[in-house]
């Protein structure tokens, strides 16, 4: 079932493509929308509902194009304007809808708009940024810290002030306090939609307002959750006051009125807000006047149980009551999932197919990112090949984003696995070549798995948009829940051991239709296979 209409967005499955690592077709080593458009077909074969286009804008890369120096271009590097439009048309001739970045938390130094603002005081975009003066010692306005490393707060000899930046000094942050700001921002996107695309992801999305009193942050309380790497300064302070601000509602209000000028066009946003996550995610998707849905980093991390994937379903059902959620297992700011959730190298395949079914199988639209169609691991990359600014700051400790961020291999045998014919961007590890493409074309290879398993959630009304209960737990490494819609109840039981498992079907299933075979369930217990999947129809 593929939705189509002003809530396609909702159960869909998006296919995430990170542009410099998808395909090249110029030899420089970095991909481009033209390479990424020869690849489409790889992704509409995967029967996903929309691609998710990571930053293409143009900008010095000092944070491979999270650094935005000019929202209306496309950069030299990924090709030119005439390329995205040819993307987006053969996107939509194969039936996906297109989905961009927008990065407007902050943009790079370079932008016109900040060297305009750190030219003097009385510009007339001297407020666009977030500035302060220096406190009568000469340090910073605040204790605020910036993701990677450091104080927020970078010196100008110019105006003789700080400025903010929440992530590198090379990327000032906004103030969207300033109403120019947020028609320049909204001018830049509308400018997108005008152009035919569908959607948004919206970087940071709870980092646009900060507090315009300046407060310190206080000390992060002990025993609460963090999202942060421990390796990393940033997690030891509670961010309450240098995001997620109340203003950020009337904000995303603003930006959702200009979606709904146009036609089926939806917004996903990026929250990272620890234990305040789903409080955030729900303020910003309820009441149909803000996002269509959000995700969070709840299933990005390291654990993999029936027991925390529960957690966080419930946690989200309990708190969104009518907004929406878009889960995910990997992206490019994370460890690909077929490492973190493995328990040995001979798990892998195994572990991939296992998340997809999983992913397939929750209440929620869904992200892949590329390569996890082919059960691609996390790359070990030397400090010397880092290109990723937090790793080489926070290094060893940390070592940054750039494993999961590694080229595309299409042909096994050919050079750099025919992502590039020249030097690629980051190594390709020797051992992805096994895992190519064109090596995976089997009825039993991790590819042909991802298809099957998308092509049953579509297949099931209840999977796609479906309610969700879950089973009392009988078996700490089996998770059961119920899908449910009027027309259909499906039962989904996940095996996440390493053996074999009796489980126990409760009464009210007994004689249900067993998917895989068409056989009744069994009256009283079931063998679960490790790392494995049993779906009744009820």
């Known amino acids: 079932m593929t939705r189509t209409g002003h809530d396609w967005w909702r159960g869909a499955v998006i296919y995430q493509i990170y542009p410099r690592s998808f395909q090249d077709t110029t030899g420089d080593g970095v991909g481009d929308l033209a390479g990424a458009t020869g690849r489409l077909d790889h992704i509409a074969a995967l029967g996903v509902d929309a691609v998710w286009l990571s930053p293409f804008f143009k900008s010095p890369m000092a944070d491979m194009g999270y650094d935005v120096s000019d929202y209306r271009a496309v950069d030299p590097l990924f090709g030119a304007l005439a390329d995205f439009d040819r993307f987006v048309a053969e996107a939509h001739r194969r039936g996906l809808k297109v989905i961009i970045d927008q990065v407007i938390s902050h943009t790079s130094d370079k932008h016109q708009w900040f060297v305009e603002s750190r030219a003097d005081r009385t510009n007339d975009k001297a407020d666009w940024y977030v500035w302060a003066d220096a406190k009568p010692d000469g340090t910073a306005p605040n204790n605020w810290l910036a993701i990677f490393g450091g104080p927020a707060w970078e010196w100008d000899t110019g105006r003789r002030q700080y400025y903010m930046h929440n992530f590198l000094?090379?990327?000032?942050?906004?103030?969207?306090?300033?109403?120019a700001v947020r028609e320049a921002v909204l001018d830049a996107v509308k400018f997108w939609l005008d152009r035919g695309v569908d959607g948004f992801r919206l970087d940071t999305v709870n980092y646009y307002f900060h507090d315009a009193r300046l407060r310190d942050n206080p000390p992060f309380p002990k025993g609460?959750?963090?999202?942060?790497?421990?390796?990393?300064?940033?997690?030891?302070q509670d961010h309450i006051h240098?995001?997620?601000q109340p203003e950020n509602i009337g904000f995303l209000k603003e930006f959702r009125a200009l979606l709904d000028r146009y036609d089926d066009r939806a917004t996903v946003g990026e929250v990272g807000d620890g234990e305040r996550s789903l409080k955030t995610v729900a303020a910003y998707t309820t009441g149909g006047d803000k996002l269509n849905m959000c995700y969070t980093f709840d299933l990005l991390g390291d654990d993999f149980s029936p027991a925390h994937i529960r957690r966080s379903v419930e946690a989200f059902e309990k708190a969104v009551k009518?907004?929406?959620?878009?889960?995910?297992?990997?992206?490019?700011?994370?460890?690909?999932h077929a490492t973190r959730f493995s328990r040995n190298q001979g798990e892998v395949d195994k572990v991939a197919k296992f998340a997809i079914d999983l992913l397939c199988a929750l209440r929620g639209s869904i992200c892949l990112y590329q390569g996890e169609e082919l059960g691609l691991t996390e790359a070990d990359i030397a400090f010397e090949d880092l290109r990723d600014p937090y790793g080489i700051r926070m290094w060893?400790?940390?070592?940054?984003?750039?494993?999961?961020?590694?080229?595309?291999v299409w042909e096994k045998a050919k050079p750099n696995a025919d992502f590039s014919t020249g030097k690629p961007w980051l190594p390709i590890p020797r051992e992805h070549l096994a895992r190519a493409a064109d090596a995976q074309q089997g009825a039993d290879s991790v590819l042909a798995h991802y298809k099957a398993a998308i092509a049953f959630r579509k297949a099931h009304p209840a999977l796609v948009d479906g309610s969700i209960r879950f089973l009392p737990g009988s078996e700490p490494e089996v998770l059961a829940f119920?899908?449910?819609?009027?027309?259909?109840?499906?039962?989904?039981?996940?095996?996440?051991?390493?053996?074999?498992?009796?489980?126990?079907?409760?009464?009210r299933f007994a004689g249900a239709t067993m998917l895989a075979d068409g056989r009744a369930a069994p009256?009283?217990?079931?063998?679960l296979e490790p790392l494995s999947v049993v779906y009744l129809r009820v």
């Open 482 to 507: 119920e899908r449910e819609t009027e027309s259909e109840r499906l039962l989904c039981v996940f095996n996440f051991g390493g053996a074999a498992t009796q489980w126990r079907v409760p009464k």
């Open 523 to 527: 009256a009283s217990a079931m063998t």
């Open 242 to 244: 240098d995001k997620t």
């Open 322 to 336: 009518d907004g929406w959620v878009c889960w995910a297992f990997s992206n490019h700011d994370v460890r690909r």
């Open 224 to 236: 609460k959750t963090n999202d942060i790497p421990d390796t990393n300064p940033y997690g030891f």
């Open 169 to 179: 000094a090379s990327q000032p942050d906004l103030n969207f306090h300033n109403p």
């Open 396 to 408: 060893p400790g940390f070592k940054g984003r750039d494993g999961c961020r590694t080229p595309m």
